[in-house]
């Protein structure tokens, strides 16, 4: 497997060119199993695997799971300030300096525990929205880029399915 097939195991993230109602029942789906898969795969794990990097330079599973917590809290709030507020700017974080803190260090449990509390709000919500609902829009400062929800909820569906591959992709190698 190359360097890039193990960043990318299941692709770079491609936006659809549209969003059909059954598109959106599928990425709502992904977000809703994606705690229970992500448990499935990480939870037989012994501390020297969770320490693996998925990887050469990559984080290690551990890491990888306290991000996705981080991460998809992150979102999470990002399309409740999206459905609250006009036009609202996130703020971006540094995904790598985060990794670095002490908590990244700590056992996997309580971030799987995260994921799941926000995923089961996160679920609630979308499956909640209205048309207009899914055509709010936040701005990414760094990018420039305003999204749509519609297309932030394609975007945290590959999200989980990526890095839920790298944990299956990197177990294969025990």
Known sequence: MTDEQQKYPI???KAPVSYTQDDIRTWITIIKEFPGRLRHAIIALNEKQLDTPYRLGGWTLRQVVHH???????SLMRFKWAL???STTIKPYEEADWALLPDYRMPVEPSLKII???HQRWAALLESFTEDEWNRTFVNPESGNTLQLKKALALYAWHSKHHLAHVTETIKTF
Do not use: L, R, W
């Not at 996705?68 to 992150?74: E, G, I, L, Q, Y």
């Open 84 to 86: 609250t507020e006009e």
């Open 11 to 13: 692709g770079k993230f």
């Open 116 to 118: 799941e509390g926000i």
């Open 68 to 74: 996705v917590a981080d991460s998809h809290m992150n």
